[in-house]
């Protein structure tokens, strides 16, 4: 009588793993947002571990899950309200550019409009404003379902995420927990430097622009502060691209002056050793890779991989140097 070479171990594995592909398969469209609660959740977990000391882990997970909808929430009102008190100036440095560089060689890549929508721009605005909200959200039910899943997902990775993991890696074998222990903390390390450096790039870019702007000698610093906040929150090209568009907007008025020191100071002081420097340090700091090596992961992962690529990218990159590493201690000192 021959034996099966599958046993049910194997089986079971291989039954759990296929439930899994198909899972993906089918929440496929969901996984940017399960990506992002996880990512979240992993920089949130040293937070949720000293809550826990004094409340419930329940309670500490629907604690940090309602502040983060309530910081989330502030955060936009705050933009929205300065955005719609500035809405005709901002309509007005639209129209300034359109107008201004239209008969200039940059007129390419400006927008084009018909004169009657250059007549009721504020209009034109407010209904290309929606349709690109529209566009970026598609289906407003689906849009909402997936906020919702989003805070759902973030709440019972915090709860349970320790406990997932550890039922996980219980079966490993020392030596192979040992290296996965060593990989598990680089990811983590990753996603924290990640997501804590560039939300205080965006406030050091922020309270920077204040002085900036102010000695510039412009009366709306606090909305030309904001726009590169907010701007530097998007990896690698939003506060180029906004500071791009101030400098168009000087030259659309004709100050020479504020566009070369827009290009010049601004972007250096803004943005430049923010992204070239601070971000690339900090990073490399917390996970003790080079800071060129961070900067290609994250390089390589936005433009292919989207938005999630800024937390995959890096996080890819850094599983390879500390792979290579381990790799290379297994080989030189297999007793390690």
Not at 19 to 45: D, N, Q, Y
Not at 191 to 201: N, R, T
Request: proline share 4%; charged share 10%; glycine share 6%.
């Amino acid at each position: 009588m021959e034996t099966s070479l599958i046993t049910d171990d194997m089986k079971l594995g291989l039954l759990i793993i296929t439930i899994f592909i198909v899972a993906i398969i089918a929440f496929w469209p969901l996984m940017t947002v399960f990506i992002w609660a996880i990512a979240i959740a992993v920089a949130l977990l040293p937070i949720h571990k000293r809550l826990c000391r004094m409340v419930t882990p329940s309670a500490s997970a629907t604690f940090i899950t309602v502040w983060v909808l309530l910081l989330i929430l502030l955060v936009m009102s705050l933009a929205a309200s300065v955005l719609i008190n500035n809405e005709k100036h901002i309509g007005d440095m639209a129209l300034s550019m359109i107008t201004g560089l239209k008969h200039t060689g940059l007129s390419g890549f400006l927008p084009s409009f018909t004169e009657t929508q250059l007549s009721n721009f504020d209009e034109t605005l407010k209904d290309l404003i929606i349709k690109t909200i529209l566009s970026l959200t598609g289906n407003i039910m689906q849009t909402l379902l997936s906020i919702i899943i989003f805070f759902l997902s973030l709440s019972m990775l915090l709860y349970y995420g320790e406990f997932i993991w550890d039922s996980i890696t219980s079966a490993l074998s020392p030596r192979l927990l040992c290296g996965v222990n060593k990989l598990s903390e680089i990811s983590e390390n990753t996603i924290y430097a990640l997501i804590i450096v560039q939300i205080s790039a965006a406030m050091i870019s922020f309270i920077l622009a204040i002085p900036f702007f102010y000695f510039l000698g412009y009366g709306d610093v606090l909305l030309f502060s904001t726009m590169i906040g907010f701007a530097m929150l998007i990896p690698l090209i939003g506060a180029q691209i906004m500071i791009l568009i101030l400098a168009l907007y000087f030259l659309s008025i004709g100050d020479f002056r504020g566009t070369v020191i827009m290009l010049f100071i601004g972007y250096p002081l803004l943005s430049g050793w923010i992204d070239f420097y601070y971000r690339p340090v900090m990073m490399g700091k917390r996970v003790a890779v080079h800071p060129v090596i961070m900067m290609i992961g994250i390089f390589a992962g936005v433009p292919f991989m989207g938005i999630v690529g800024f937390i995959i990218g890096p996080v890819l990159i850094a599983l390879v140097v500390i792979g290579a590493k381990l790799l290379a201690q297994e080989y030189c000192d297999p007793d390690l």
